[in-house]
Each structure stands twice: as C-alpha cells, then as structure tokens.
Nanobody
C-alpha cells in the first residue's frame, strides 16, 4: 500500500521560508518519479514540481527560482524547500508518486499559510 506522509507546513510571513518533507513507503521510492502538488481553497490541484528517478527536476513557472525539490532515496524522503513565500502560495501541499492525478497516489497534505 502506498503511504505518503507530508510534514513541515505552517504559517509564515511573506518572504519567509519553509521546508516540506514527505516520508514514502509501500513502493519502490527510488524508482519512481515524485511530485509536489498544491491545492488552494476553492481551486483544483496545481502541479508545482517534480523530480524524476534520475534526479531531473521540473518546476511550474509560478514557483521556479523560489522552490527547490529534492529527494533522499536512502531514506525514502522527498523534500520541497520553499523560499520567498508569497500569500498566493497559501495552499494544502501534497506529495505524490506518478501519476499524481490519481488521488490514492497522494498523501493527506500539509497546510502552508503565508500571511502577515
């Protein structure tokens, strides 16, 4: 059974930083492409970043240059370093295995709130 548990969310002021973590189990983590997705209130899920099994990384334009995705295959962990946070980054953040569009491939999420 795929299990993905996110942590590290919280409330931060604009311009601040947070580091999200995702503990993965129940599948071969190192062989899977992994993704961070977010969902703001009243909106659908938004893809923000992926990291392939070979370490290649991809970012949505809305977060490029501010967010950094990384993985530790030895620990089955996925990370998202978020810098220069903006109020529009407020959302529930999920980690997911490919394909992220399948709900059972996503964790329960961790809330990020950016507000002064």
């Amino acid at each position: 059974e795929v299990q993905l548990v996110e942590s590290g969310g919280g409330m931060v002021q604009p311009g601040g930083s947070l580091r999200l973590s995702c503990a993965a189990s129940g599948f071969s983590f190192s062989r899977n492409d992994m993704t961070w997705v977010r969902q703001a209130p009243g909106k659908g899920p938004e893809w923000i970043s992926s990291i392939n099994s070979d370490g290649s990384t991809y970012y949505a334009m809305s977060v490029k240059g501010r967010f950094t995705i990384s993985r530790d295959n030895a620990k089955n962990m996925l990370y998202l370093q978020m810098n220069s946070l903006k109020p529009e980054d407020t959302a529930l953040y999920y980690c997911a295995k490919f394909p992220w569009t399948i709900a059972t491939n996503r964790g329960q999420g961790t809330q990020v709130t950016v507000s002064s």
